[in-house]
């Protein structure tokens, strides 16, 4: 047979031929390391890691963007018989060809190439990130509502904004000298309001954003002038002068914001929300409680809006309420949320100490992990002094001092003269430093440092805490924001009422009225999936329940198989009887839910102690192995026990499993090792089913191709999220995780890719990936074409249809992560095949909004489940979605505590053309196929998986710093950060990377037999 230009899998090759544009010596697209043996780098990170490879010619402009039609896709993917000209051997390697095409289907692949920017052309063609041009995409439109299921009622926490018919003026603000503070800038802004609005500014009452824009209803009486104002520090009550600080403002007319234009997007005569004006009233309404509260983010808090909760080590819960317009189908509404979150509490620095430190920190000096923990905590708060009499002073913390405050000296004048500053405090304000061993906070700049004794500070109430909380603080905070439905509905309620919005003399002024009344809305329930279970249980299929269903009486429909096993015990608590009794007792639940599990391990359960892990795994599993190699079989399953606290064990362990032994494990906490009920059993052994390639249900739809727009053709379905390192972590790289399908029809099975990429870089960068291979040139690789390709292993088949859920993207970035993502799956497909271009459905998924949906009336058993929710299946695409585009509100789960949070779907691509009872009930039945548990969830499952495989890769980067800023590990901070050595002297902060495109170091390597099956379950 005649050598393979394309350098593509045989099965992926149709009879292409040369590619266009190609030179013939030059074998472009997939790898053979994608067709077998993977080259070194990591586990998609084939070459290297970060942003997009630049340096080639810059990429011609996106062409729009047309959905095609489904029509026009038969056209070019429609099954067919290999010719049969062609020699034997070859007919395998193809399950169709595509057909020649007709002129309009040509058009739309032209199209295509267009977009896909030759990704079959010349290697010199380098691929750059696409340009945020929003404006060449449409969304889609709705394609109708849906009709499936129980209609009823529910209510929302929508409130219905009537639309001002002002005239809405927007003028830029300049204040001089610049101040980078808003409350400064607004303390200008209300002095000169308070001055001028009766005169220069014609009555009008302004509303401003604190930063360079201020807004009107109706015309100032000037397109530009200059004011003056002065801005008087509070008495300080010493009789001494206050301090004066002068400011020039210029206003000066900008633009008139027009409401028109969203009068017509509201009524869906027009495609683009016009941002401008909806910011504008959104200024408008935070005017005031901007006044009144503290804001942080579209949230508002007050010690006034509900009691304080101490949350530990220095930190209390304040409540409050977020606030935020949104056009929707009922016009403009305004989404009222209740929420929680911590302040540092206003303490003397010493007793914030004492508190963050857990003791009585006089009694023994500080060590060197205390003091970091302190900087930590304390850096960027600001304090205010206490030895001036009322003259309260505000600094800002930078740090602290290396020496006690008894070694500090400073220069006094000119000359040099130094003074140390205990004397400084005992001669200027006659004030006594008692804790001199102690460091000083440092405020102000680091080039002109002013010390500060910590027993003369206290911090200053109403500053967020934005750092990363602990486990005990967390859980104090959820305890706080976890309410009941009717309760949070009814706080809601008094919410809108307490903020009197009709008395607000800015939505007055502004022509702004706000119902006082929940929004109701038509809503529907869908009806669960039958599940399909092994026909030699006593229960073959099961219809769920309110979201949930066991396992009794029923078998896994395909039972995996645990030959050789092994257990090893981390805890010092469990004997080795009773870890071989867990151990027996699991192996049978494991048997009578349907799995082929030898009840014998290969060697007797093993302890070891938690900091010798390494050492423990490769030992044993080496053990293992030189008994099972001779005879040719394999390790198929580790059971490990872990202690309840186990610290960095639990990653440590998943780490040198799954990236250097290739082993899949199941950890089982001390706690439980000990309890065994048969709850916990039958639950553990899903997961291990799912783990060595068996599973656990199927829909029946599924088996019986009863599925639209998935059972007619093969249709492969990917999950991807990208999770970020806690706030605080400035260095760690973000990392992108992508599950696709490996089963058709069935959908339940899910290969799992992950790969580090630039900090809080929100586009997955590895979808996608050329790169400059020594001996074969330019090379194409990346998740998607690696998934595709294990599909087409997995099931014979090329997929033919691609749905793609897409967690974890705010509104903002919607046009720039379909733009590039969807971008690199077409490439990605070119690059399999010319012209493979299966139609694509990306469907953003949603869980952080603040919509919240309620019963129509909470004493109506048959509305709710027992938690006060609402039903599982509830699904809204009415009222209170977006006034033209295809979006839904789906609660797919069973409430378990507080209020449940339906997700939000967003469709931005379809190419399939699902309509919305399709697409809906898709994803309502697929919830009821995540392997872990037998309830439906409440996120369609391959974005959940995307989630679980995101958050288990952080434990491959190398150890980072603990709590307590000393070190776990000899290792170097973050695997993230710039190189070895970054993090080890700087105070345990890893170093921070330059730029987004710096190197993020790739993660080690999944083994492949760890991909293929659900590891991260």
């Known amino acids: 047979m005649a050598p393979q230009q394309y350098g593509g899998p045989p099965e992926y090759q149709g009879r292409g031929g040369q590619p266009r544009g190609m030179p013939p010596q030059q074998?472009?697209?997939?790898?053979?390391?994608?067709?077998?043996?993977?080259?070194?780098?990591?586990?998609m990170a084939g070459g290297r890691g970060g942003g997009p490879i630049s340096g080639g010619p810059s990429r011609p402009p996106i062409p729009e963007l047309h959905q095609a039609t489904q029509a026009q896709y038969q056209a070019m993917v429609s099954p067919q018989p290999v010719p049969s000209g062609k020699p034997a051997e070859s007919s395998s390697q193809a399950s169709y060809v595509p057909q020649p095409r007709e002129p309009s289907a040509g058009q739309v692949a032209q199209q295509f190439h267009q977009l896909s920017v030759q990704a079959e052309g010349a290697p010199s063609q380098v691929i750059q990130p696409i340009p945020p041009s929003?404006?060449?995409?449409?969304?889609?439109?709705?394609?109708?509502?849906?009709?499936?299921?129980?209609?009823?009622?529910?209510?929302?926490?929508?409130?219905?904004?009537?639309?001002?018919?002002?005239d809405l003026h927007q003028y830029d603000v300049s204040i001089t000298p610049e101040v980078t503070s808003r409350g400064v800038n607004r303390a200008v802004m209300a002095q000169l309001v308070k001055l001028y609005r009766e005169s220069l500014l014609g009555r009008r009452l302004p509303a401003y954003d604190g930063r360079k824009s201020l807004y009107t209803a109706g015309p100032l009486p000037f397109t530009s002038r200059e004011f003056s104002v002065t801005l008087v520090d509070e008495d300080d009550g010493t009789g001494a002068p206050r301090r004066e600080r002068p400011f020039r403002v210029v206003i000066k007319l900008a633009a008139r914001a027009d409401l028109h234009h969203l009068e017509l997007f509201?009524?869906?005569?027009?495609?683009?929300?016009?941002?401008?004006?909806?910011?504008?009233?959104?200024?408008?309404?935070?005017?005031?409680?901007?006044?009144?509260?503290?804001?942080?983010?579209?949230?508002?808090?007050s010690p006034d809006l509900g009691r304080r909760?101490?949350?530990?080590?220095?930190?209390?819960?304040?409540?409050?309420?977020?606030?935020?317009?949104?056009?929707?189908?009922?016009?403009?509404?305004?989404?009222?949320?209740?929420?929680?979150?911590?302040?540092i509490e206003p303490l003397p620095v010493i007793d914030f100490v004492t508190q963050l430190l857990n003791r009585d920190v006089l009694s023994r000096p500080l060590s060197d992990a205390d003091r970091i923990k302190i900087k930590k905590a304390l850096r960027g708060v600001k304090v205010e002094v206490t030895h001036r009499g009322n003259m309260r002073r505000k600094y800002r913390i930078s740090g602290l001092t290396s020496q006690a405050t008894r070694e500090l000296t400073f220069p006094v004048d000119d000359r040099g003269t130094m003074k140390s500053v205990v004397q400084y405090f005992q001669e200027t304000y006659g004030f006594v430093i008692q804790h001199t061993q102690w460091p000083c906070l440092q405020v102000g700049n680091q080039q002109r440092p002013n010390y500060l004794p910590m027993e003369v500070c206290k911090i200053v109430e109403g500053q967020r805490y934005s750092k990363r909380l602990n486990e005990k603080q967390i859980t104090a905070l959820l305890k706080v924001t976890c309410q009941r439905p009717r309760d949070r509905e009814l706080d809601i309620m008094q919410t809108v009422h307490h903020n009197a919005y009709h008395e607000d003399p800015y939505a007055k002024e502004f022509g702004i009225k706000i119902s006082e009344k929940l929004a109701q809305v038509e809503a529907r329930i869908l009806p669960p999936p039958w599940l399909k279970y092994h026909d030699t249980g006593r229960e073959k299929d099961c219809l769920p329940q309110v979201g949930q269903w066991n396992?009794?009486?029923?078998?896994?429909?395909?039972?995996?198989?645990?030959?050789?096993?092994?257990c090893i015990n981390f805890s010092r608590n469990v004997q080795e009887s009773i870890a071989r009794g867990f151990c027996h007792e699991l192996a049978q639940m494991c048997q009578i839910s349907g799995m082929v599990f030898n009840p014998e391990p290969v060697l007797p359960p093993f302890s070891a102690r938690p900091d010798q892990v390494e050492r423990a795994l490769k030992t044993r599993y080496h053990d293992a192995m030189t008994k099972l190699q001779p005879q040719g079989r394999e390790l198929d399953l580790l059971i490990v026990i872990l202690p309840d606290n186990n610290g960095s064990l639990y990653g440590d362990l998943k780490r040198i499993c799954e990236t250097d032994l290739g082993l899949v494990s199941q950890c089982c906490l001390t706690k439980h090792v000990f309890k065994m009920s048969k709850q916990y059993l039958a639950n553990v052994a899903l997961k291990i089913n799912v783990k060595v390639g068996g599973r656990n249900t199927v829909l029946v739809d599924a088996l019986s191709r009863r599925i639209p727009l998935v059972s007619d053709r093969p249709t492969i379905i990917f999950?991807?999220?990208?999770?970020?390192?806690?706030?605080?972590?400035?260095?760690?790289?973000?990392?992108?995780?992508?599950?696709?399908?490996?089963?058709?029809?069935?959908?339940?099975?899910?290969?799992?890719?992950?790969s580090a990429q630039a900090h809080r870089q929100e586009l997955i960068q590895d979808?996608?990936?050329?790169?400059?291979?020594?001996?074969?040139?330019?090379?194409?690789?990346?998740?998607?074409?690696?998934?595709?390709?294990?599909?087409?292993?997995?099931t014979g088949q090329k997929p033919q249809r691609i749905i793609f859920y897409r967690d974890g993207v705010s509104e903002g970035q919607f046009y720039q992560v379909l733009l590039y993502e969807l971008d690199a799956i077409r490439k990605a497909c070119a690059s399999l095949e010319p012209n493979y271009q299966p139609p694509v459905t990306f469907v953003v998924v949603q869980k952080r909004h603040h919509t919240r949906l309620f019963a129509n009336n909470h004493a109506d058993r048959h509305a709710v489940d027992r938690s006060g929710n609402i039903l599982p299946g509830t699904v809204v695409d009415s009222k209170i979605c977006h006034p033209t585009e295809f979006d839904f509100y789906l609660c797919s789960h069973a409430g378990i505590q507080g209020t449940s949070r339906p997700a939000h779907y967003h469709v931005l691509w379809d190419e399939n053309k699902f309509t919305a009872d399709g697409l809906q009930s898709l994803t309502n039945n697929l919830c009821y196929t995540y392997a872990r548990c037998t309830r439906s969830v409440s996120i369609v499952p391959p974005a959940y998986y995307a989630h679980l495989a995101a958050f288990r890769a952080r434990f491959y980067m190398e150890p980072e710093t603990s709590d307590s800023g000393s070190m776990t590990s000899g290792a170097v901070a973050g695997r993230g950060g710039a190189g070895a050595g970054a993090g080890a002297g700087s105070g345990g902060r890893s170093t921070r990377i330059s730029g987004v495109n710096a190197a993020v170091r790739p993660l080690p390597a999944l083994k492949d037999n760890v991909k293929r099956v659900m590891f991260y379950c």
């Open 767 to 794: 979808l996608f990936k050329v790169w400059q291979d020594p001996v074969r040139g330019m090379v194409s690789g990346g998740m998607i074409k690696e998934l595709l390709i294990s599909f087409r292993r997995a």
């Open 551 to 566: 396992m009794m009486n029923k078998k896994m429909v395909n039972g995996g198989t645990v030959n050789n096993w092994i």
């Open 27 to 43: 074998p472009m697209g997939v790898s053979p390391e994608f067709a077998g043996r993977r080259r070194g780098g990591g586990s």
């Open 309 to 343: 909760q101490p949350l530990g080590e220095g930190l209390e819960s304040w409540r409050g309420f977020y606030q935020s317009i949104r056009p929707t189908q009922m016009g403009l509404s305004l989404n009222i949320d209740m929420s929680s979150t911590a302040f």
């Open 719 to 754: 999950g991807a999220d990208v999770t970020h390192p806690h706030p605080g972590e400035d260095s760690s790289p973000s990392i992108a995780a992508v599950v696709a399908s490996q089963d058709w029809p069935e959908i339940t099975k899910y290969a799992g890719l992950v």
């Open 266 to 301: 509201l009524q869906g005569k027009q495609a683009d929300a016009p941002q401008e004006a909806l910011q504008v009233l959104d200024i408008v309404l935070r005017e005031l409680p901007t006044t009144r509260y503290s804001p942080v983010g579209r949230s508002f808090y």
């Open 134 to 166: 929003s404006k060449s995409m449409r969304f889609p439109l709705r394609p109708g509502k849906g009709s499936t299921g129980t209609r009823c009622i529910v209510k929302a926490n929508h409130f219905f904004a009537e639309l001002p018919d002002k």
